[in-house]
């Protein structure tokens, strides 16, 4: 981002010892991307706001809540903090960490964390019974999807389109390569 200015900012905030990387604005001010490593050298988050923006415009409050459940919740820039500025190469660099860094942590908070459980409907098997899985309507303004290997294996034993049944959240799905999208992954529970 040409207009963007790359700062590291290390030391001691208000939690503890950690450290945190910003791309802010042309101004310096607000803040486009964030990450931040906890003492431990874990990834507590991984936040962009243009992601943020397009999961409220598609999913309004839902779509964020559960965006900061994955990623984690931006902090305000600490400027009591020792900063230094960063290339672009070393802030894209921590930027790719900080989003594999979060993909291996727990969601249980937020939302929908990982564990609950929730009622919902099969809305479709789009690829058909026995393919990929199906799509469930949880009254959420996001879906839910149920992987083939959660399924019987005999595609017979699928619900059909309209069967109400419980689902546990097995793990949440945030795609912005690819446009803002958003996801809750589920297993069927027995009754």
């Known amino acids: 981002m040409p207009n963007s200015s790359y700062v590291c900012l290390r030391g001691v905030h208000t939690r503890g010892l950690a450290e945190y990387w910003y791309e802010t604005g042309a101004a310096g001010g607000e803040v486009l991307r964030q990450v931040t490593f906890a003492p431990s050298g874990a990834v507590v988050c991984a936040w962009s706001r243009d992601v943020a923006q397009e999961l409220r415009r598609g999913y309004g409050a839902f779509g964020v809540e559960l965006?900061?459940?994955?990623?984690?919740?931006?902090?305000e820039p600490d400027t009591a903090s020792r900063t230094e500025e960063v290339t672009v190469d070393e802030?894209?660099?921590?930027?790719?960490?900080?989003?594999?860094?979060?993909?291996?942590?727990?969601?249980?908070?937020?939302?929908?964390?990982?564990?609950?459980?929730?009622?919902?409907?099969?809305?479709?098997?789009?690829?058909?019974?026995?393919?990929?899985g199906l799509l469930v309507d949880l009254g959420l303004p996001v879906?839910?999807?149920?992987?083939?290997?959660?399924?019987?294996?005999?595609?017979?034993?699928?619900?059909?389109?309209?069967?109400?049944?419980?689902?546990?959240?097995?793990?949440?799905?945030?795609?912005?390569?690819?446009?803002?999208?958003?996801?809750?992954?589920?297993r069927p529970v027995e009754d």
């Open 67 to 75: 965006y900061e459940a994955v990623y984690g919740a931006p902090d």
């Open 91 to 132: 802030f894209e660099d921590t930027w790719r960490r900080g989003l594999i860094g979060r993909h291996f942590t727990p969601y249980d908070t937020g939302p929908v964390p990982e564990g609950a459980v929730l009622a919902g409907t099969v809305r479709a098997l789009p690829w058909g019974a026995g393919r990929t």
């Open 143 to 186: 879906e839910g999807f149920v992987d083939v290997l959660s399924l019987p294996r005999e595609p017979a034993l699928w619900p059909s389109v309209g069967t109400a049944g419980r689902f546990e959240v097995t793990t949440l799905r945030v795609d912005f390569e690819r446009g803002a999208g958003a996801q809750i992954r589920l």
